[in-house]
């Protein structure tokens, strides 16, 4: 199954975007999923996360700001994210699996990122 994360692009402070990770099968629905983000000289981090039971994480640095939902029908799992900060910038990423590895971001495997940045 492959995941394609898009939307991406150049915002100023202050504004929002829509990421969305599209799925070829219905994966959504019986795994949870996350979306990751990584800066230039950073590590990877986990911004936001999905459960099969709909219960939802949010990094410190994002929450009040991102929400991340799913549409099943559509195989698809978006992340809003208002107010952006130019801290936000990053490639981000999304993933799914078992829920403790959703949340700890340790998957061997990543699809292609998409670019945010977020300056005046």
């Known amino acids: 199954v492959q995941l394609q994360a898009s939307g991406g692009g150049l915002v100023q402070p202050g504004g929002s975007l829509r990421l969305s990770c599209a799925a070829s099968?219905?994966?959504?629905?019986?795994?949870?999923v996350g979306w990751y983000r990584q800066a230039p000289g950073k590590e990877r981090e986990t911004v936001a996360t999905?459960?099969?039971?709909?219960?939802?994480n949010y990094a410190q640095s994002v929450k009040g700001r991102f929400t991340i939902s799913r549409d099943k029908a559509k195989h698809t799992v978006y992340l809003q994210m208002n107010s952006l900060k130019p801290e936000d910038t990053a490639v981000y990423y999304c993933?799914?699996?078992?829920?403790?590895?959703?949340?700890?971001?340790?998957?061997?495997?990543w699809g292609r990122g998409t670019l945010v940045t977020v300056s005046s």
């Open positions: 993933n799914v699996g078992p829920l403790l590895r959703v949340l700890k971001g340790t998957f061997t495997s």
């Open positions: 999905l459960s099969t039971g709909d219960s939802t």
């Open positions: 099968a219905d994966i959504f629905s019986s795994n949870s």
